[in-house]
């Protein structure tokens, strides 16, 4: 059986291909969705506002960015508020 020799260009394809075949494979094991529910959301928001209020010296943020979190807690204890109605 002949043995073919490859060229230095096709080796770098055939491993270019590999490594590329590879982080896909392991993005697409990475993409598994977890359901977080609206009160674990509410709960690590807090946690992030609380961390935001005194943060370590080396970390800044901006009240606009500050007003963002406590939007979105608002919407997650709106989203509690009408789920647990319509359960009444």
């Given at each position: 059986m002949?043995?073919?020799?490859?060229?230095?260009?096709q080796i770098i394809e055939a491993i270019s291909q590999e490594i590329v075949t590879e982080i896909n494979d392991s993005?697409?094991?990475?993409?598994?969705v977890v359901v977080i529910s609206n009160t674990e959301a509410l709960d690590s928001?807090?946690?992030?506002?609380r961390y935001c209020k005194n943060p370590p010296d080396n970390f800044n943020i901006k009240l606009e960015e500050l007003r963002?979190?406590?939007?979105?807690?608002?919407?997650?204890k709106?989203?509690?508020?009408?789920?647990?109605s319509k359960l009444l």
């Open positions: 002949p043995v073919e020799e490859l060229t230095d260009d993005e697409e094991e990475e993409e598994e928001i807090e946690k992030i506002i963002t979190f406590n939007s979105v807690k608002e919407k997650r709106r989203l509690i508020r009408v789920s647990k």
